[in-house]
């Protein structure tokens, strides 16, 4: 349905110019680049390629790159390169030669610098340093993706600048209690809660995944939000299966870490369904917890560090199910590409939305792990059970998610949001400090 702020941005005379900022996204635009995506760069992608489909819009999107690169142009996409610190290698992969023991030194160094210098800043006084490169984005609205350091400081120089900017929640984490002002708590991921906090105060809007998000922003920093739930494309042409997977199989997919996605629990699940067989996808971010599921994992399962974006429908559409082993989530991406191809969702303890037990596209074992394998047997046999299921997700995405209509409500915001007529109160160097 066409909205009045879709209506009006067609006939403005300036195009709407919208920057997403999402520095790890690179792997999205750039396929010979090596690097893990998860579900929030998916959906910051996706909002992008989708808008910048629509008439008289112009799109930014920022990545991170540890090279300088010059912009260019991506499907519509203006691309700009942000540049980062680049990763140092680990001793380990350093090739074997007559410089090995020379580049094992300097490497050593490195990472003994760079631990130090973040200790060292860890003692200080917390702080939020406004990104220079953000303060020169030609822009109308800067969109800033989960809450944590990055964020809090382009939205310290959007502000600055006197750029609208708005922050989208990424899991039920980023409300947490423990970010208020001058707090020098760390989560799990090492960003500050004072960082957190200013993220959360100063956007001048907020958007929410799910209705218990927007609750719970408002009961803990008194801040509204907009509900735009996650987009997924809904065309698009029906994948082959895998070349290096027989089916059937169930699907686990995140990354290898134990305090959100708790990656280490699909093998204890595998080895209670040893009838099953199980393809975990698991993204390397925490090589320790990779190598423990690879070594833990029964015969009955297998592992597989990375699937390009571009290949990764096909594991999620000839699945049998796809189970979810997580404490924490906002709205997990790999739940609506299962749902876009009819694949019953199986929970261990997420609903979010309850797009589970609400809207039937799947169930939730009560944070029980042996329910869980019980309730993935039962589904694996009983085929009327999955067709159920696989309907009930299909119609889902299509009420609820896609692409198209979850643009035009950002659309509508950025309008909004833009359109009121500016005033003197953006940031100032005395509040980021």
């Known amino acids: 349905m066409r909205t009045e702020a879709s209506s009006r941005a067609e006939t403005r005379s300036q195009p709407l110019r919208v920057a997403f900022v999402s520095p790890l996204a690179r792997p999205l635009f750039d396929a010979d680049c090596n690097g893990d995506v998860g579900g929030s760069e998916v959906r910051a992608f996706t909002f992008a390629r989708t808008i910048a489909a629509r008439r008289n819009c112009r799109v930014q999107f920022c990545v991170r790159s540890s090279e300088v690169l010059p912009s260019r142009m991506h499907d519509g996409i203006e691309l700009h390169y942000e540049l980062g610190q680049a990763p140092i290698p680990r001793v380990r992969d350093i090739p074997m030669g007559w410089q090995w023991p020379v580049k094992a030194i300097h490497v050593t160094a490195q990472r003994w610098s760079r631990s130090l210098r973040k200790r060292w800043e860890s003692r200080k006084s917390p702080s939020v340093n406004p990104h220079a490169f953000y303060a020169n984005l030609d822009a109308d609205a800067v969109c800033c993706f989960g809450v944590n350091d990055h964020s809090a400081s382009v939205i310290a120089a959007a502000g600055m600048a006197g750029r609208k900017t708005i922050l989208f929640l990424a899991c039920d984490g980023d409300i947490s209690e423990s970010y208020y002002e001058g707090s020098t708590f760390r989560n799990e991921y090492g960003h500050v809660g004072h960082s957190c906090y200013f993220a959360i105060r100063h956007a001048d809007r907020i958007v929410a995944q799910t209705l218990s998000q927007q609750l719970l922003l408002q009961k803990r920093f008194g ?100 189970v979810n082993t997580s404490g924490v989530e906002g709205f997990p991406n790999s739940f609506l590409q299962a749902a876009k191809y009819g694949v019953p969702i199986l929970s261990l303890d997420v609903d979010p939305g309850r797009m589970l037990t609400k809207h039937g596209c799947g169930a939730v074992a009560a944070r029980r792990l042996e329910s869980l394998a019980e309730t993935l047997r039962s589904t694996v046999r009983d085929e009327s059970r999955r067709a159920k299921m696989s309907m009930a997700g299909r119609k889902y995405v299509r009420d609820y998610h896609d692409a198209d209509d979850r643009a035009a409500e950002l659309e509508s915001l950025v309008i909004e949001l833009t359109s009121r007529a500016r005033n003197a109160s953006g940031v100032s160097l005395r509040q980021v400090a």
């Open 223 to 322: 801040r509204d939000s907009v509900l735009i739930r996650n987009p997924i494309s809904l065309t698009g042409q029906d994948p082959p299966p895998p070349a290096d997977q027989a089916k059937p199989y169930v699907l686990w997919v995140g990354r290898a870490e134990s305090f959100h996605k708790r990656a280490h629990l699909c093998p204890e699940l595998a080895r209670q369904c040893p009838e099953i067989r199980f393809v975990m996808i698991v993204n390397k971010n925490r090589r320790g917890m990779f190598e423990q599921i690879v070594r833990q994992a029964p015969p009955n399962v297998s592992v597989i560090e990375r699937v390009p974006y571009a290949e990764i429908d096909s594991y999620f559409r000839h699945a049998t199910a796809l």
